[in-house]
């Protein structure tokens, strides 16, 4: 079938992208679904720091390829194994999908698929097929999504169904944004009733963590970020205290368990210094694979620290999501808050300017 999506041509072009156009708006080729995989219509689709960190270089992936892992829509058809969605259901998209087989995956979300991750670093679906061409090019899968397009083929394992009465730019969020933020909050720090947490960075992800942490209504709940409007917005969410992170440094500010949701090497040297004695500092930024961060050893023994990598939120998809849709149909997780505004696919590269200049949270591409 014909579609239209966002494809990034090249890596690495200048900013600002609105004038470099790394992303054009192109007519695709969809081929049908194989077995295990379903035909999505794309009703709603959010910009992620993934999708700027593949356009700006830093998590450097194959191209073309037709960007968008954090998105949600109704199925259209499924292929002759999937037998438990019905079309017409609406269903988030995880962009790793789980095999159920591997190592990995007996870890209950611990650590990453092995399948899943091979197939979203070269460019394919979980069980290595294509479906996506321009002109009879061949044209890249993004974390095994795509979801910056109108329809998109997806393997049953990067769906969730999560219900009508969840909006498309709600539902789409939870994929990402909060199974990130949120899944690392609940699998990873798993704080005690009444153990403060500190997040670091207040992207996406971040205030994901923060309005899950506000949710989870246990300890005190300390918000850091370089800029004041990100501040500002925790503030306004109900966060206990805001700080910059040369106020933290300064003033000696401490949780007992931390978690870094920047991206930078900086922001994980600000958590670490920040959690007590005996707790766990968490990272969930992706910073580029060359940075480097210093911590004292000593420190972790002394101390008796642990340091947790969380990729995905420690997540499984199919368990998390649920739950936070849950939490969102109860109102005690206000997602909508997350976005601060819907655009239209032909936007996208002046959306990722705002993205990377940090002046937006989310932006949700919303689809006719």
């Known amino acids: 079938m014909k579609i239209t999506g966002a494809v990034l041509e090249e890596i690495g072009r200048p900013r600002p992208y609105a004038s470099s156009t790394p992303i054009t708006i192109s007519d695709l080729d969809l081929t049908d679904p194989g077995p295990t995989e379903v035909l999505v219509k794309i009703e709603a689709a959010g910009l992620c720091h993934s999708d700027l960190s593949v356009v700006d270089g830093n998590r450097p992936r194959p191209v073309p390829m037709l960007l968008g892992h954090e998105a949600a829509g109704l199925v259209v058809s499924t292929g002759s194994e999937v037998t438990d969605l019905a079309v017409g259901e609406r269903v988030t998209m995880a ?6 087989e591997c190592d990995g995956c007996r870890t209950e979300g611990r650590l ?4 899943g991750t091979a197939a979203n670093t070269v460019g394919t679906l979980l069980h290595g097929t294509r479906h996506l061409t321009r002109d009879g090019e061949v044209v ?3 974390l095994g999504v795509s979801g910056f397009a109108t329809h998109a083929v997806v393997d049953r394992a990067s769906l969730v169904p999560v219900g009508m009465d969840v909006p498309p730019e709600i539902a789409a969020v939870l994929g990402c944004a909060v199974l990130t933020g949120g899944g690392a909050l609940l699998n ?3 704080r005690g009733e009444t153990e403060s947490v500190m997040i670091v960075g207040l992207g996406g992800v971040g205030i994901s963590a923060l309005l899950c942490a506000i949710a989870e209504n246990k300890g005190e709940v300390i918000a850091v970020d370089a800029l004041p409007e990100k501040l500002e917005l925790a503030r ?3 966060a206990d205290a805001v700080y910059t992170p040369a106020e933290v440094a300064e003033q000696g500010i401490r949780a007992s368990h931390t978690l870094e949701c920047a991206g930078h090497p900086r922001a994980f040297e600000t958590a670490f210094a920040a959690t007590k004695p005996g707790g766990r500092t968490v990272t969930v930024g992706l910073p580029h694979p060359d940075a480097v961060s210093a911590v ?4 972790i023994t002394g101390e008796a620290r642990t340091i947790i990598g969380s990729y995905l939120g420690s997540a499984v998809p199919q368990r998390d999501i649920p739950t936070f849709a849950d939490w969102w149909r109860s109102g005690r997780l206000p997602v909508e808050k997350l976005i601060t505004r819907t655009i239209r696919l032909d936007q996208i590269n002046d959306a990722m300017d705002a993205l990377a200049d940090g002046t937006a949270v989310r932006q949700v591409i919303l689809f006719d």
């Open 95 to 100: 962009f790793l999908p789980r095999c159920g």
């Open 112 to 115: 990453p698929c092995e399948r």
């Open 140 to 142: 890249q899968h993004h």
């Open 188 to 190: 990873a720090v798993q």
């Open 236 to 238: 306004s969410l109900g």
């Open 296 to 299: 004292p050893p000593a420190v």
